[in-house]
């Protein structure tokens, strides 16, 4: 869960920065001209450091999630059980998933101690329409993080759909533990365990992680 937080945290920065480019540059050129400001907000705002769930609530749905492809992300979380779902139920998934990563990782926020975000050599393919953005979270005294953003271009721009650190892909992460509910209880379980976990997030506050 720790490695998915510092994934989320890379990714939660970036999508930010996403978000600032009217004339929809390259991903790359998107990344690397606006991560310092963000790192700066982050940095400079004591509230978001605190834990203010509902200001970073507000921060992430107004600057992070339309740079996301939840729909994507969820069909490839869900693999073969999204194929056996209805239109109802594949809803229910895209929005509970959502609310799940989003609620359990704004503490990501909180977790900010100085570091940097270095955009790696990118060179974009002619026509591409997928790419993958590699970076680096750099802090001082720490071996730095490599986390690695697959995005797809859709007529809204730039979105992301999967992230991996050191390799470990957040959607894969999550399609094991969500094909083992499926097995168990079937679609609608699976909804129910998000559902629930949802509201216990909700539920409970942002905690401030200390220091190290």
């Known amino acids: 869960m720790k490695?998915?937080?510092?994934?989320?945290?890379?990714?939660?920065?970036?999508?930010?920065?996403?978000?600032?480019?009217?004339?929809?540059p390259g991903p790359d050129v998107l990344i690397r001209n606006t991560v310092e400001d963000v790192l700066a907000i982050v940095k400079q705002d004591k509230d978001i450091q605190a834990g203010d769930q509902q200001k970073?609530?507000?921060?992430?749905?107004?600057?992070?999630?339309?740079?996301?492809?939840?729909?994507?992300?969820?069909?490839?979380a869900v693999g073969r059980g999204w194929r056996g779902a209805t239109p109802q139920q594949r809803q229910q998934l895209v929005s509970e998933f959502r609310n799940l990563l989003v609620r359990t990782y704004t503490s990501a926020f909180t977790?900010?101690?100085?570091?940097?975000?270095?955009?790696?050599?990118f060179e974009m393919p002619s026509g591409a329409d997928e790419v993958t953005v590699k970076?680096?979270?750099?802090?001082?005294?720490?071996q730095p993080i490599a986390v690695n953003y697959e995005m797809e271009k859709t007529g809204d721009g730039w979105k992301a759909f999967d992230l991996s650190i050191e390799g470990a892909s957040l959607v894969s992460t999550y399609r094991g533990t969500f094909t083992e509910q499926i097995q168990?209880?079937?679609i609608d379980g699976?909804?129910?365990?998000?559902?629930?976990?949802?509201?216990?997030?909700?539920?409970?506050?942002?905690?401030?992680e200390a220091a190290k």
């Open 3 to 24: 490695k998915i937080a510092v994934l989320v945290f890379g990714l939660l920065l970036s999508s930010v920065a996403m978000g600032a480019g009217a004339d929809m």
């Open 56 to 76: 970073i609530l507000a921060l992430v749905d107004a600057k992070v999630l339309p740079h996301f492809d939840f729909e994507r992300m969820t069909r490839l």
């Open 111 to 121: 977790r900010y101690r100085d570091q940097s975000v270095e955009v790696q050599p």
């Open 135 to 142: 970076t680096l979270i750099v802090k001082s005294g720490a």
């Open 184 to 186: 168990q209880s079937g």
């Open 190 to 208: 699976l909804i129910k365990t998000l559902v629930d976990k949802n509201q216990s997030l909700a539920s409970a506050p942002l905690r401030k």
